[in-house]
């Protein structure tokens, strides 16, 4: 797993050639979950419920060529990088509505349901006519930082949205059997790792591409801890259910409770009881628990309650990051996202990036998550990539380790 962090850290810094490899094994992966998308939901039209944790599969297609378009060949800018005005007057696009039905700063949510988009044909020609002038594009090219920057960002950001179209599987129990995106057991639980107290240093300015929130090196302190060595596992976290535990009040915060109580909660809702045996949804069925497994879908609140429960605490995501990059041989993550006691702030001296959507809307109402899942390309894995979501979502593929002040 944490072999994986050096294909994170190797594609922030790669080349032209390198680059354009990437960009078309991504873009395979996308094709090959959105027909398991085709598969199932052809009767339905390729509808999805209008969730607000979901996306229409055909929009999200559509935005991923559109999102590479508007930052790449449509850019007058791009070779400025984290520099360029993300607001200059851009190219036309080649679908001459492509504005309206995929900017996702400008198009609402809910309206996505509503828009007249291409069909699934139609869009898959745009992207594999976008996709092959945007590799054309980096033949020749600079290979500057500045240069690479916006075919680093689209990149990674199609990787993200690959990641999203796993979980919205999930969600909607539609099976994608591909082994790359499937969860391991691990047959030992995690031991501790001692960290003494230290200052760290959070933010950088390493070569190569950077996300604008993990921008701005500043030193904090980090209290001395034993934090674990892995993620919780279904073994570590059923006690907790199974002792009636989950279910009473003093385990869990104000906003937490609340959460619970809306959605009637006495276990996770990843998780569901046949008669004495437990079951959890997985490659887009209900099967019989593996108590191996990396405990998943579990919200920031069901974290913080089990970690009350356990006399633990989550750690920071200074913790998180000291560890992983001081005993990146004891330290093992990449199994499921985990969430840290850290709210989603900027770092001192933040400086928005050119998508400014990106950061700037989410600081203050998020809480941090570290690491990577068993679904996230290899590409996205980076030791310092801060993720984020609201505390309440357990769709994505989230989990936890704990650690306790020594």
Excluded at 48 to 63: D, F, K, S
Excluded at 118 to 136: E, S, W
Excluded at 297 to 323: I, K, N
């Amino acid at each position: 797993m944490n072999g994986d962090a050096e294909a994170g850290v190797a594609i922030r810094r790669a080349d032209g050639p390198a680059l354009a490899l990437a960009l078309r094994e991504s873009r395979a992966d996308t094709l090959a979950t959105f027909e398991r998308f085709e598969e199932a939901l052809s009767a339905q039209g390729l509808r999805v419920p209008q969730w607000p944790t979901l996306n229409l599969p055909l929009w999200e297609l559509g935005h991923i060529g559109w999102f590479q378009d508007w930052w790449l060949r449509r850019n007058p800018q791009r070779l400025l990088g984290q520099h360029a005005d993300p607001d200059v007057a851009r190219a036309a696009s080649e679908r001459t509505n492509a504005d309206a039905l995929y900017n996702s700063s400008r198009v609402p949510h809910a309206s996505r349901w509503s828009l007249q988009l291409p069909d699934a044909q139609a869009t898959k020609d745009d992207l594999a006519a976008q996709l092959a002038h945007h590799v054309a594009m980096l033949a020749g090219h600079a290979q500057d930082d500045a240069a690479l920057y916006f075919f680093r960002l689209v990149l990674l950001h199609e990787d993200m949205h690959h990641e999203a179209a796993l979980y919205t599987a999930h969600a909607l129990d539609i099976q994608v059997s591909d082994p790359r995106w499937q969860p391991k057991p691990r047959n030992r639980a995690a031991t501790l790792l001692a960290m003494p107290a230290q200052p760290w240093q959070l933010g950088h300015n390493d070569p190569g591409f950077t996300f604008d929130n993990e921008h701005g090196p500043h030193v904090v302190a980090t209290e001395a801890c034993a934090i674990d060595s892995h993620v919780l596992r279904w073994a570590e976290f059923l006690p907790f259910v199974e002792s009636g535990a989950y279910a009473n009040d003093r385990h869990w915060s104000a906003s937490g409770r609340r959460w619970r109580e809306q959605h009637g909660l006495c276990h996770p809702r990843a998780l569901r009881r046949d008669g004495v045996v437990w079951q959890h949804q997985r490659a887009g069925r209900w099967q019989q628990l593996d108590p191996a497994l990396p405990a998943c879908h579990l919200s920031y609140f069901d974290a913080e309650a089990w970690c009350v429960w356990a006399g633990r605490c989550l750690p920071t995501e200074a913790q998180w990051e000291r560890c992983a990059l001081q005993q990146p041989e004891q330290f093992c993550w990449g199994e499921v996202w985990e969430w840290t006691a850290s709210p989603f702030t900027a770092y001192p001296g933040f400086v928005a990036h050119p998508y400014r959507d990106y950061s700037v809307p989410w600081f203050g109402s998020h809480q941090v998550l570290r690491g990577a899942s068993f679904a996230t390309q290899p590409r996205l894995r980076h030791p310092r990539y801060r993720n984020y979501f609201l505390a309440q979502r357990d769709d994505i593929f989230s989990g936890f380790r704990s650690c306790a002040s020594v």
